[in-house]
């Protein structure tokens, strides 16, 4: 059973416009949250992160929202570019522990057409 | 460039074969990790080394076997695999104690 789940597999969005890709958890012991972005025949780099004790967090073109209560959170991207087009994945861990043990979302592919 | 250095980029190899691959990470972290990536399946676990020793095992099978020399070397044995055990292998690094992983491009391989 997962418990980082990318509902959406992929995304279009037109150049300039907002991209809101969206995760949803399961475990209520998550406590931080990244995002991590995947180009083909790359491995995935660091993106954002957010703290549970946070409901926001902005860097840049990027902000992750966190809604704990309903275990739900998203990566803004505004304005996008064609060079964000990439598979975004979510990940999320818990106090512990089991070192580096990040969940895992199934990703979303975003593609940001000029 | 992220500072971790997977090879080979890409692998096939039979069912009966004995192969390795082989992560470097340039960056002074402590810990190591081996992860695979499957078609439309999240990136999973597999092993994970702090210092050289390890410090997880996620229930992988015996045909696959970690070895870690050094705090900046990390190898994958593989042994009698099976073509389901066909994916991305990425090798990732981290400070101790820090979640925010590095990843290398990764190993494709392929099981006929």
């Known amino acids: 059973d997962q418990q980082v789940k990318q509902n959406s597999p992929s995304l279009s969005v037109q150049e300039g416009r907002i991209s809101i890709l969206n995760c949803d958890y399961t475990n209520s012991m998550f406590d931080y949250f990244l995002w991590y972005k995947k180009y083909p025949a790359e491995g995935p780099t660091f993106l954002i992160s957010?703290?549970?004790?946070?409901d926001k967090n902005e860097d840049g073109r990027f902000t992750v929202f966190l809604n704990k209560s309903a275990k739900h959170l998203s990566l803004h991207i505004v304005p996008s570019q064609p060079g964000d087009s990439a598979v975004y994945f979510c990940a999320a861990s818990a106090p512990r522990g089991s070192q580096g043990n990040l969940i895992f979302g199934k990703g979303t592919k975003l593609s940001v057409k000029p | 460039e992220t500072g971790v250095t997977q090879t080979p980029r890409h692998l096939v190899m039979g069912m009966t074969n004995k192969k390795s691959l082989k992560c470097e990470q340039h960056?002074?972290?402590?810990?190591m990790y081996w992860y695979k990536q499957s078609a439309k399946k999240p990136l999973e676990l597999m092993f994970v080394?702090?210092?050289?020793?390890?410090?997880e095992n996620n229930s992988v099978p015996s045909r696959f076997s970690p070895e870690c020399p050094n705090s900046s070397h990390l190898f994958l044995h593989l042994h009698t695999l099976q073509p389901e055990d066909s994916a991305l292998y990425l090798c990732?690094?981290?400070?101790?104690?820090?979640?925010?992983?590095?990843f290398g491009s990764g190993t494709q391989l392929s099981v006929l």
């Open positions: 990732a690094s981290s400070p101790t104690g820090n979640e925010k992983l590095f």
């Open positions: 957010i703290s549970s004790i946070k």
């Open positions: 080394y702090n210092f050289k020793e390890q410090t």
């Open positions: 960056l002074g972290h402590n810990a």
